[in-house]
Protein backbone atom coordinates (compact mmCIF):
# COMPACT_ATOMS: atom_id res chain seq x y z
CA UNK A 1 0.00 0.00 0.00
CA UNK A 2 1.62 3.48 -0.98
CA UNK A 3 1.63 5.93 1.77
CA UNK A 4 1.25 9.72 1.80
CA UNK A 5 3.85 12.07 2.38
CA UNK A 6 4.50 15.29 3.73
CA UNK A 7 2.07 17.77 2.26
CA UNK A 8 -0.07 15.28 0.11
CA UNK A 9 -3.26 14.61 0.05
CA UNK A 10 -4.14 10.88 0.31
CA UNK A 11 -5.10 8.89 -2.31
CA UNK A 12 -7.88 6.41 -2.94
CA UNK A 13 -8.13 3.43 -0.53
CA UNK A 14 -6.83 0.32 -2.50
CA UNK A 15 -10.44 -0.53 -1.58
CA UNK A 16 -12.16 2.45 -3.59
CA UNK A 17 -9.55 1.78 -6.79
CA UNK A 18 -10.72 -1.91 -6.89
CA UNK A 19 -13.98 -0.88 -6.35
CA UNK A 20 -13.99 1.87 -9.07
CA UNK A 21 -11.66 0.53 -11.76
CA UNK A 22 -12.25 -3.45 -11.37
CA UNK A 23 -11.71 -4.86 -14.52
CA UNK A 24 -12.87 -8.51 -13.70
CA UNK A 25 -16.25 -8.32 -13.92
CA UNK A 26 -18.68 -10.68 -14.21
CA UNK A 27 -19.78 -9.56 -18.25
CA UNK A 28 -16.51 -9.83 -19.10
CA UNK A 29 -15.82 -13.38 -18.73
CA UNK A 30 -16.51 -15.62 -21.20
CA UNK A 31 -18.67 -19.26 -20.14
CA UNK A 32 -16.70 -22.32 -20.54
CA UNK A 33 -19.30 -24.88 -22.18
CA UNK A 34 -17.21 -27.80 -20.52
CA UNK A 35 -16.78 -27.19 -17.02
CA UNK A 36 -19.79 -27.57 -14.42
CA UNK A 37 -21.90 -24.32 -13.82
CA UNK A 38 -20.68 -23.28 -10.58
CA UNK A 39 -22.83 -22.53 -7.24
CA UNK A 40 -23.99 -19.86 -6.13
CA UNK A 41 -22.20 -17.26 -3.97
CA UNK A 42 -21.76 -17.95 -0.81
CA UNK A 43 -19.96 -15.83 1.84
CA UNK A 44 -19.33 -18.70 3.79
CA UNK A 45 -17.29 -20.04 0.80
CA UNK A 46 -15.96 -17.25 -0.89
CA UNK A 47 -12.09 -16.29 0.02
CA UNK A 48 -11.00 -12.32 0.39
CA UNK A 49 -7.67 -11.32 0.65
CA UNK A 50 -7.61 -11.28 4.29
CA UNK A 51 -8.37 -15.04 3.95
CA UNK A 52 -4.78 -14.80 1.51
CA UNK A 53 -3.33 -13.22 4.53
CA UNK A 54 -2.91 -9.28 3.63
CA UNK A 55 -5.24 -6.91 5.91
CA UNK A 56 -6.35 -4.20 3.83
CA UNK A 57 -8.11 -2.35 7.15
CA UNK A 58 -4.46 -2.68 8.80
CA UNK A 59 -2.26 -0.89 5.92
CA UNK A 60 -5.43 1.58 5.65
CA UNK A 61 -5.01 2.31 10.07
CA UNK A 62 -1.20 2.68 9.61
CA UNK A 63 -2.12 5.44 6.64
CA UNK A 64 -4.56 7.23 8.94
CA UNK A 65 -1.48 6.30 12.09
CA UNK A 66 1.40 8.33 10.33
CA UNK A 67 0.05 11.05 8.07
CA UNK A 68 0.67 13.17 10.93
CA UNK A 69 4.41 11.90 11.25
CA UNK A 70 4.75 12.95 7.84
CA UNK A 71 3.17 16.12 7.75
CA UNK A 72 5.77 17.26 10.83
CA UNK A 73 8.76 16.58 8.12
CA UNK A 74 7.54 18.95 5.72
CA UNK A 75 9.76 21.93 4.36
CA UNK A 76 10.72 24.50 1.70
CA UNK A 77 10.34 22.80 -1.43
CA UNK A 78 7.53 20.50 -0.64
CA UNK A 79 4.97 20.64 -2.96
CA UNK A 80 1.32 20.53 -1.23
CA UNK A 81 -1.78 19.20 -2.01
CA UNK A 82 -0.75 17.28 -4.78
CA UNK A 83 -1.88 13.63 -4.53
CA UNK A 84 -1.13 11.33 -7.29
CA UNK A 85 1.82 8.37 -7.34
CA UNK A 86 4.58 10.53 -7.12
CA UNK A 87 5.54 13.57 -4.96
CA UNK A 88 7.02 16.59 -6.29
CA UNK A 89 9.97 18.94 -4.79
CA UNK A 90 10.41 22.61 -5.96
CA UNK A 91 14.43 23.21 -5.99
CA UNK A 92 14.07 26.85 -6.96
CA UNK A 93 11.66 27.18 -3.74
CA UNK A 94 13.94 25.33 -1.90
CA UNK A 95 16.56 28.44 -2.98
CA UNK A 96 18.93 26.12 -5.81
CA UNK A 97 19.84 27.91 -8.70
CA UNK A 98 21.98 25.68 -10.89
CA UNK A 99 21.60 22.00 -9.00
CA UNK A 100 23.08 18.99 -9.30
CA UNK A 101 20.86 16.02 -8.08
CA UNK A 102 22.16 13.22 -5.86
CA UNK A 103 20.68 10.09 -4.83
CA UNK A 104 21.74 7.43 -2.55
CA UNK A 105 19.97 3.91 -1.16
CA UNK A 106 20.62 2.12 2.01
CA UNK A 107 18.78 0.04 4.45
CA UNK A 108 19.82 -0.90 8.18
CA UNK A 109 20.58 -4.71 7.46
CA UNK A 110 20.47 -7.55 10.68
CA UNK A 111 20.53 -4.78 13.21
CA UNK A 112 16.93 -5.35 12.07
CA UNK A 113 17.12 -9.00 13.80
CA UNK A 114 18.20 -7.17 16.89
CA UNK A 115 14.98 -4.38 17.07
CA UNK A 116 12.43 -7.63 16.18
CA UNK A 117 14.43 -9.93 19.21
CA UNK A 118 14.64 -6.89 21.44
CA UNK A 119 10.95 -6.02 20.29
CA UNK A 120 11.70 -2.09 20.31
CA UNK A 121 11.11 -0.46 16.76
CA UNK A 122 11.64 2.88 17.83
CA UNK A 123 14.86 3.52 16.35
CA UNK A 124 15.70 1.61 13.36
CA UNK A 125 13.94 4.33 11.27
CA UNK A 126 16.51 6.75 12.09
CA UNK A 127 18.92 4.23 11.21
CA UNK A 128 17.74 4.26 7.47
CA UNK A 129 17.86 7.47 7.54
CA UNK A 130 20.98 8.06 8.72
CA UNK A 131 22.43 5.60 6.26
CA UNK A 132 20.89 7.53 3.10
CA UNK A 133 21.96 11.32 4.13
CA UNK A 134 24.96 10.71 5.57
CA UNK A 135 26.19 9.21 2.04
CA UNK A 136 24.31 12.36 0.91
CA UNK A 137 26.23 14.58 2.99
CA UNK A 138 29.77 13.26 2.15
CA UNK A 139 28.99 14.43 -1.44
CA UNK A 140 28.51 18.25 -0.43
CA UNK A 141 24.62 18.11 -1.07
CA UNK A 142 21.98 18.89 0.76
CA UNK A 143 19.21 15.94 1.90
CA UNK A 144 16.03 16.88 0.43
CA UNK A 145 13.42 14.52 -0.14
CA UNK A 146 13.10 10.85 1.44
CA UNK A 147 11.54 7.65 0.71
CA UNK A 148 11.05 4.12 2.41
CA UNK A 149 10.16 0.35 1.74
CA UNK A 150 8.55 -1.44 4.47
CA UNK A 151 8.15 -5.09 3.96
CA UNK A 152 6.62 -7.50 6.38
CA UNK A 153 4.56 -11.11 6.16
CA UNK A 154 1.76 -9.63 8.48
CA UNK A 155 1.38 -6.14 9.08
CA UNK A 156 1.70 -5.06 12.85
CA UNK A 157 0.11 -1.33 12.88
CA UNK A 158 1.91 -0.43 16.33
CA UNK A 159 4.98 -1.60 15.23
CA UNK A 160 4.62 -0.20 11.97
CA UNK A 161 3.69 3.32 13.55
CA UNK A 162 7.14 2.96 15.95
CA UNK A 163 9.03 2.52 12.63
CA UNK A 164 7.80 5.62 10.95
CA UNK A 165 8.05 7.48 13.76
CA UNK A 166 11.70 7.09 13.96
CA UNK A 167 11.78 7.50 10.11
CA UNK A 168 10.03 11.01 10.71
CA UNK A 169 12.45 11.64 13.41
CA UNK A 170 15.62 10.96 11.35
CA UNK A 171 14.06 13.06 8.36
CA UNK A 172 13.70 16.12 11.05
CA UNK A 173 16.99 16.07 12.04
CA UNK A 174 18.77 15.75 8.28
CA UNK A 175 16.14 18.91 7.46
CA UNK A 176 14.49 16.45 4.79
CA UNK A 177 10.97 15.81 3.81
CA UNK A 178 8.99 12.45 4.04
CA UNK A 179 7.28 12.56 1.12
CA UNK A 180 6.05 9.29 0.20
CA UNK A 181 6.48 5.42 1.14
CA UNK A 182 5.32 1.83 0.63
CA UNK A 183 3.83 -0.56 2.89
CA UNK A 184 4.29 -4.30 1.45
CA UNK A 185 2.23 -7.02 3.70
CA UNK A 186 3.83 -10.37 2.04
CA UNK A 187 2.03 -13.26 3.57
CA UNK A 188 5.05 -16.19 3.03
CA UNK A 189 7.87 -13.59 2.33
CA UNK A 190 8.98 -13.42 5.50
CA UNK A 191 8.79 -15.47 9.19
CA UNK A 192 5.98 -14.16 12.04
CA UNK A 193 7.09 -10.99 13.52
CA UNK A 194 10.23 -10.00 10.49
CA UNK A 195 10.63 -6.93 8.49
CA UNK A 196 12.92 -5.37 6.01
CA UNK A 197 13.81 -1.74 4.98
CA UNK A 198 15.02 0.16 2.36
CA UNK A 199 15.40 4.03 2.46
CA UNK A 200 15.91 6.32 -0.56
CA UNK A 201 16.88 9.96 0.07
CA UNK A 202 17.71 12.62 -2.82
CA UNK A 203 19.62 15.85 -2.12
CA UNK A 204 20.98 18.76 -4.27
CA UNK A 205 24.43 20.94 -3.93
CA UNK A 206 24.66 23.69 -6.56
CA UNK A 207 26.81 23.11 -9.97
CA UNK A 208 30.42 23.20 -9.10
CA UNK A 209 30.20 22.67 -5.16
CA UNK A 210 29.70 18.92 -5.30
CA UNK A 211 32.74 17.05 -2.98
CA UNK A 212 35.47 15.39 -2.93
CA UNK A 213 37.82 18.24 -4.07
CA UNK A 214 40.53 17.25 -6.32
CA UNK A 215 43.20 19.48 -4.24
CA UNK A 216 43.53 16.93 -1.24
CA UNK A 217 47.50 16.68 -0.97
CA UNK A 218 49.81 15.92 1.25
CA UNK A 219 49.78 17.39 4.48
CA UNK A 220 46.17 17.92 4.76
CA UNK A 221 44.64 16.63 7.74
CA UNK A 222 41.93 13.60 8.94
CA UNK A 223 39.48 14.84 11.17
CA UNK A 224 37.22 12.30 13.10
CA UNK A 225 33.54 12.69 14.22
CA UNK A 226 32.38 10.26 16.91
CA UNK A 227 30.12 7.39 16.37
CA UNK A 228 27.26 6.97 18.63
CA UNK A 229 28.43 3.15 18.77
CA UNK A 230 28.08 0.46 16.49
CA UNK A 231 25.65 2.14 13.68
CA UNK A 232 24.34 -0.01 11.66
CA UNK A 233 26.74 -2.28 10.26
CA UNK A 234 28.65 -5.32 11.40
CA UNK A 235 25.51 -6.82 13.31
CA UNK A 236 25.65 -9.81 11.47
CA UNK A 237 28.73 -10.36 13.68
CA UNK A 238 27.39 -8.74 16.92
CA UNK A 239 24.64 -11.46 16.85
CA UNK A 240 26.90 -13.92 16.34
CA UNK A 241 29.14 -12.41 19.30
CA UNK A 242 25.90 -12.52 20.97
CA UNK A 243 24.46 -15.82 20.26
CA UNK A 244 28.39 -17.39 21.17
CA UNK A 245 27.89 -15.21 24.45
CA UNK A 246 24.72 -17.08 25.77
CA UNK A 247 23.19 -13.79 25.91
CA UNK A 248 19.54 -12.32 25.66
CA UNK A 249 18.88 -9.10 24.24
CA UNK A 250 16.85 -8.40 27.86
CA UNK A 251 20.49 -8.90 29.96
CA UNK A 252 22.22 -5.78 31.39
CA UNK A 253 24.80 -4.92 28.69
CA UNK A 254 28.18 -5.77 29.64
CA UNK A 255 29.78 -2.73 28.03
CA UNK A 256 26.74 -0.58 30.16
CA UNK A 257 25.31 -2.49 32.92
CA UNK A 258 22.06 0.21 33.22
CA UNK A 259 20.86 -0.59 29.92
CA UNK A 260 19.26 -3.36 28.76
CA UNK A 261 21.73 -5.07 25.66
CA UNK A 262 19.16 -5.05 23.09
CA UNK A 263 18.94 -0.94 23.51
CA UNK A 264 21.94 -0.30 23.82
CA UNK A 265 23.03 -2.00 20.95
CA UNK A 266 20.08 -0.53 18.84
CA UNK A 267 21.22 3.23 19.90
CA UNK A 268 20.35 4.72 16.03
CA UNK A 269 23.15 5.95 13.68
CA UNK A 270 24.23 9.57 14.16
CA UNK A 271 23.47 11.79 11.72
CA UNK A 272 26.18 14.24 10.84
CA UNK A 273 23.59 17.01 7.65
CA UNK A 274 23.48 19.75 9.92
CA UNK A 275 27.47 19.75 11.27
CA UNK A 276 29.06 18.86 8.47
CA UNK A 277 26.97 21.31 6.02
CA UNK A 278 28.18 23.64 8.27
CA UNK A 279 31.53 23.27 7.35
CA UNK A 280 31.00 22.47 4.11
CA UNK A 281 29.25 26.03 3.20
CA UNK A 282 32.41 27.55 5.13
CA UNK A 283 34.45 26.08 2.58
CA UNK A 284 36.72 24.35 4.95
CA UNK A 285 35.70 20.75 3.67
CA UNK A 286 37.78 18.91 1.33
CA UNK A 287 36.73 15.70 1.58
CA UNK A 288 34.10 13.65 3.55
CA UNK A 289 33.98 10.00 4.15
CA UNK A 290 31.12 8.01 6.25
CA UNK A 291 32.17 5.23 7.90
CA UNK A 292 30.21 2.13 7.55
CA UNK A 293 31.40 -1.39 6.23
CA UNK A 294 34.61 -1.79 5.66
CA UNK A 295 35.42 1.20 8.17
CA UNK A 296 37.96 3.79 8.12
CA UNK A 297 40.02 1.40 5.97
CA UNK A 298 38.16 1.11 3.20
CA UNK A 299 35.50 4.01 2.76
CA UNK A 300 38.11 6.75 3.45
CA UNK A 301 40.09 5.96 -0.24
CA UNK A 302 36.99 6.20 -1.56
CA UNK A 303 36.88 10.05 -1.60
CA UNK A 304 41.02 9.72 -2.56
CA UNK A 305 43.09 10.79 -5.36
CA UNK A 306 45.40 7.78 -6.52
CA UNK A 307 48.63 9.57 -5.23
CA UNK A 308 48.24 10.30 -1.57
CA UNK A 309 47.54 7.86 1.63
CA UNK A 310 45.30 8.49 4.12
CA UNK A 311 47.51 7.67 7.71
CA UNK A 312 45.05 7.07 11.03
CA UNK A 313 46.79 6.75 14.31
CA UNK A 314 44.35 4.66 16.41
CA UNK A 315 45.96 6.05 19.60
CA UNK A 316 44.65 9.35 18.58
CA UNK A 317 41.08 7.93 20.50
CA UNK A 318 39.37 4.95 22.27
CA UNK A 319 37.14 3.32 21.15
CA UNK A 320 34.02 3.21 22.96
CA UNK A 321 33.31 0.26 25.42
CA UNK A 322 30.81 -1.39 22.78
CA UNK A 323 34.01 -2.33 20.40
CA UNK A 324 36.52 -3.21 23.38
CA UNK A 325 33.47 -5.55 24.32
CA UNK A 326 32.97 -7.17 21.15
CA UNK A 327 36.93 -7.72 20.57
CA UNK A 328 37.00 -9.15 23.82
CA UNK A 329 33.70 -10.91 23.61
CA UNK A 330 34.69 -12.81 19.96
CA UNK A 331 37.92 -12.94 19.97
CA UNK A 332 38.01 -10.42 17.18
CA UNK A 333 41.40 -9.20 15.85
CA UNK A 334 42.52 -5.49 15.74
CA UNK A 335 42.71 -5.48 12.32
CA UNK A 336 39.33 -7.21 11.60
CA UNK A 337 37.77 -4.43 13.71
CA UNK A 338 39.03 -1.84 11.85
CA UNK A 339 37.94 -3.10 8.92
CA UNK A 340 34.36 -4.42 9.82
CA UNK A 341 33.25 -1.63 12.55
CA UNK A 342 33.16 2.18 12.74
CA UNK A 343 35.28 1.72 15.61
CA UNK A 344 34.21 5.15 17.38
CA UNK A 345 34.48 7.08 14.05
CA UNK A 346 31.31 7.69 12.19
CA UNK A 347 32.31 10.68 9.88
CA UNK A 348 36.44 11.75 8.62
CA UNK A 349 36.68 14.76 7.16
CA UNK A 350 39.75 15.89 4.95
CA UNK A 351 40.56 19.52 5.44
CA UNK A 352 43.55 22.04 4.54
CA UNK A 353 46.10 22.04 7.95
CA UNK A 354 45.12 26.26 8.17
CA UNK A 355 41.67 24.91 8.07
CA UNK A 356 41.88 22.36 10.93
CA UNK A 357 40.64 24.50 13.72
CA UNK A 358 37.95 26.29 12.26
CA UNK A 359 36.36 23.20 10.47
CA UNK A 360 37.21 21.62 14.11
CA UNK A 361 35.23 25.06 15.89
CA UNK A 362 31.99 24.92 13.57
CA UNK A 363 31.17 21.46 14.12
CA UNK A 364 32.25 21.25 17.87
CA UNK A 365 29.32 23.78 17.69
CA UNK A 366 27.38 21.77 16.03
CA UNK A 367 27.64 19.41 18.89
CA UNK A 368 30.14 16.70 17.16
CA UNK A 369 33.22 15.54 19.19
CA UNK A 370 36.27 16.35 16.93
CA UNK A 371 39.22 14.45 17.22
CA UNK A 372 42.30 14.75 15.07
CA UNK A 373 43.20 11.43 13.63
CA UNK A 374 45.49 11.45 10.62
CA UNK A 375 47.28 12.90 8.07
CA UNK A 376 47.49 13.13 4.46
CA UNK A 377 50.76 11.78 2.81
CA UNK A 378 52.39 10.82 -0.59
CA UNK A 379 51.39 7.07 -1.74
CA UNK A 380 54.41 5.12 -2.42
CA UNK A 381 53.32 2.85 -4.96
CA UNK A 382 50.04 0.91 -4.80
CA UNK A 383 50.50 0.70 -1.18
CA UNK A 384 46.82 0.58 0.72
CA UNK A 385 45.30 4.22 0.63
CA UNK A 386 44.52 4.15 4.46
CA UNK A 387 46.58 2.67 6.99
CA UNK A 388 45.30 2.63 10.82
CA UNK A 389 48.15 2.43 13.20
CA UNK A 390 49.10 2.11 16.85
CA UNK A 391 45.85 -0.21 17.07
CA UNK A 392 47.42 -2.38 20.05
CA UNK A 393 44.96 -0.36 22.69
CA UNK A 394 41.72 -1.12 20.59
CA UNK A 395 41.40 -4.47 22.23
Same mark, same amino acid.
Given at each position: ? &? &? %????EKPLQTVRDQVSSANPFRPEHITPNPTR???? @??DEKQGLTYRDAGVDIDAGEALVEAIKPLARSTARTGTAAGLGGFGAL? $? =? &??AGFADPILVATTDGVGTKLKVAIEAGRHDTVGIDLVAMCVNDLVVQGAEPLLFLDYFATGKLDVAAGKAIVSGIAEGCRQAGCALVGGETAEMPGMYADGDYDLAGFAVGAAERGHLLP =? !? $? %? @??? $?? %???LASSGVHSNGFSLVRRIVERGGLSYNDPAPFAPARPL??? =?LEP /? &? !?? %? @?? /? =?? @?IRAGTVKALAHITGGGLIENLPRVLPQGVVAEIDGAAWAPPPVFRWLAFEGKVAATEMARTFNCGIGMALVVAPDQADEAARLLTEHGETVLRIGRVRARNGDEPQCQVLHQDGWI
Amino acid at each position: M &R &R %VGAGEKPLQTVRDQVSSANPFRPEHITPNPTRKPIP @AHDEKQGLTYRDAGVDIDAGEALVEAIKPLARSTARTGTAAGLGGFGALF $D =L &RAAGFADPILVATTDGVGTKLKVAIEAGRHDTVGIDLVAMCVNDLVVQGAEPLLFLDYFATGKLDVAAGKAIVSGIAEGCRQAGCALVGGETAEMPGMYADGDYDLAGFAVGAAERGHLLP =L !I $D %V @APG $DV %VLGLASSGVHSNGFSLVRRIVERGGLSYNDPAPFAPARPLGEA =LLEP /T &R !IY %V @AS /T =LA @AIRAGTVKALAHITGGGLIENLPRVLPQGVVAEIDGAAWAPPPVFRWLAFEGKVAATEMARTFNCGIGMALVVAPDQADEAARLLTEHGETVLRIGRVRARNGDEPQCQVLHQDGWI
